[in-house]
């Protein structure tokens, strides 16, 4: 009887626990939703802001734990320059597949190109894309299939996010979005009218938190470089023309597939290098 007693106790101990926590979940979640609905009464936003950029702004908002103390007017443009990278809710990088042989575009080029963006790209940053370009936005496509399976007609504009090794990034205008962050891709950036604090949207990847490898392939310092590098007396020739491009990266792996040998002398077909062009790697 007794454990029978203590049993009924225990279960209605847990009924009530259970209870005071769905109570307290419910009391969180309303003054959560309040204070966003208090915030939305603040802060209006204009028809440039997607459903996805208003959360963002209100999350924002919500984790600097400061609400606006005056009416505050959010809009977002789409630039090809970040003016503050702070600012930036994301970044649409043009890309061709992998085996395209176009290495950049400028931005007039865009356009004589068919665009297409990701299937969930909402209408509000469809516009924006197509305004910027400088197109109709029924101009620009939804993509069917695979991101690497475009085909050389085709130049998809999609979110840094979605950056993988199977497609080709372009220089934008010689602007490789990957070397700045700030240039190189389209741009939504938060605009914010009234008065506001300094606050932060942009979660992307910076230079900081990327991992930079440059590699030449195959150096053969032999045959017609060897020559050069004779002729002008100076190991350091080609190194002074790319040392500061190949230097700009955390790791520089460079295959130098000849053999250093003393008296090393040009040959077509025994391939060698004299050992004070050493210098030059």
Known sequence: MQKKR?????LYSCIVLVALIGTGFYVYSKLTSEQQKSESDTITFDSTV????KQIVLDTIDKSEKSPNSPLKVSVDTVFEAADTAKITSAYA???NFYAVRQKISKEEIK?????????TEDEVREGLAELIGVSSSNISSLSGNIEDITDAQIALVPSTMLTS??????LDDNYYLDDFSKGALFRQVVLEGKSKDLSFNTLATKDSLLKVNMTGVTALT???QTKLAS????????KFIGDYLAD????????????????????TSFCSPPEFIETL
Do not use: W
């Open 6 to 10: 203590r049993r009924i106790n225990y």
């Open 50 to 53: 997607s459903k996805t950029e």
């Open 94 to 96: 043009p890309v061709m």
């Open 112 to 120: 004589t190109f068919e665009i297409v963006v990701p299937t969930d």
């Open 166 to 171: 199977n497609v080709k990034l372009l220089r």
């Open 223 to 225: 045959r017609g470089m």
């Open 232 to 239: 002008v007396n100076d190991p350091l020739y080609f190194s």
């Open 249 to 268: 990266a955390d790791i520089t792996h460079v295959s130098n597939e000849v053999s250093f040998r003393p008296g090393c002398q040009f040959s077509s």
